[in-house]
């Protein structure tokens, strides 16, 4: 049996949580957010837009069913941190490859367990997301040494890091679309093309000519990390390739995105949305929808050309949007997370039908 590591998570306001460290151990810095899924931990492990971020785990038992390599959401994990009440050491699931210790050794991603998650919790929801740092220099740092590493934390360059190096297609016979992906889920591509969809994949930050050269049906923006106001020179690609004229559509960070290019604002949520239990109505049909979701940047300030079509139920926040006149669609939350469990698939299929439309129209 491994010897127990002491470890301690700090955070910005002082407040200080002691327990073990597991994974790869090494001093990490990230923005603390807490996620509230009970199952799914390894979606959450390697969904990219958990870059630059130490996640905390409400759900108190995690790594119960080990870690499968089919259900990876990316290619690796790209979080900062990972927190759990307690980790399971002896998984029991027919699909299970490794354990969870293991895989965070594989990644060099710090895990801190034996803390008390829901205390944790009712900080980050009290006080605001605000950054932290697991170490296990245990009561060895100064507090101009916590600062230090606070003011050194940045996390703007988390679409740069997470996006794919170079273009790539995955073949279909059904409508063509061009994938601008600034951390895309896995998910989202394997839904898009089990419905036939052959997708041209770029890196996120392909110039707009580059992409309209392979001639797409529409224009498809997937999730991704960080602020997207962080990413202006994003936004300008996609002001480009909403005046083609072609459907623009989009999930998550490519909703916002795409908000900001149609001349809308984005504003930072207190501690944001995680997790797989988020109630969202259609504004249509009145109709609510138990969502996946995970960011900490909502939409605001919706111009006149611009419509909701999907409003959290908790906060009010807006959860998705359409322009009055063209094929412009998005919504913030995750229909490839199948959290109902299959509810929001018909998002994709809505969003093959604006296409359609758009086809005959043109």
């Given amino acids: 049996m491994e010897k127990t590591v002491k470890a301690e998570l700090i955070l910005e306001n002082g407040t200080r949580f002691k327990g073990s460290a597991f994974g790869y151990i090494k001093e990490t810095v990230g923005e603390v957010v807490f996620t509230t899924g009970m199952t799914g931990y390894q979606e959450t492990l390697t969904d990219p837009s958990f870059a630059g971020q130490i996640v905390t785990m409400t759900y108190p038992l995690i790594g119960n069913y080990g870690i499968n390599l089919e259900d ?12 759990v009440r307690e980790k399971c050491d002896v ?7 490794m354990e969870l210790d293991g895989f965070l050794k594989q990644h060099k991603i710090m895990g801190l367990e034996g803390i008390d ?3 944790l919790t009712r900080v ?7 950054r932290g740092i697991i170490t296990t220099r245990v009561d060895d740092l100064t507090p101009s040494q916590i600062q230090q590493k606070f003011d050194t934390y940045t996390n703007k360059f988390a679409v740069k890091e997470t996006t794919c190096e170079e273009p790539y297609v995955i073949s279909g016979k059904g409508t063509h679309l061009a994938v601008l992906d600034c951390g895309i889920k896995h998910g989202i591509l394997r839904d898009l093309n089990k419905r036939g969809c052959k997708l041209s994949v770029f890196p996120a930050y392909t110039s707009a000519e580059d992409i309209l050269a392979v001639e797409p049906d ?8 960080g602020d997207p106001q962080d990413i202006p020179e994003i936004t300008e690609v996609v002001k480009k390739l909403i005046d083609s004229g072609i459907p623009v559509l989009g999930i998550c960070l490519g909703h916002q995105l795409i908000s900001l290019a149609l001349g809308c604002n984005t504003k930072r949520l207190k501690f944001g949305h995680h997790g797989g239990n988020h109630p969202v109505k259609d504004v249509k049909t009145g109709r609510v929808y138990i969502t996946s979701q995970n960011h900490n940047f909502v939409v605001c300030d919706l111009t006149d050309e611009v419509e909701p079509t999907f409003i959290n ?6 959860e998705g949007i359409r322009h009055k006149t063209k094929p412009i669609y998005s919504v913030q939350f995750h229909p490839e997370a199948s959290p109902g469990p299959l509810d929001t698939q018909v998002l994709f299929d809505r969003f093959l039908k ?9």
């Fill in 72 to 83: 990876m959401e990316s290619k690796k994990p790209y979080l900062k941190g990972f927190i």
């Fill in 91 to 97: 998984p029991n699931n027919w699909r299970c490859e």
């Fill in 117 to 119: 998650t829901r205390a």
């Fill in 124 to 130: 980050l929801r009290d006080n605001g997301t605000m």
């Fill in 218 to 225: 529409a224009i498809f923006l997937g999730n991704g990390p």
């Fill in 313 to 318: 139920v908790n906060d009010g926040s807006i």
């Fill in 354 to 362: 604006i296409i359609e439309e758009a086809k005959k129209n043109a």
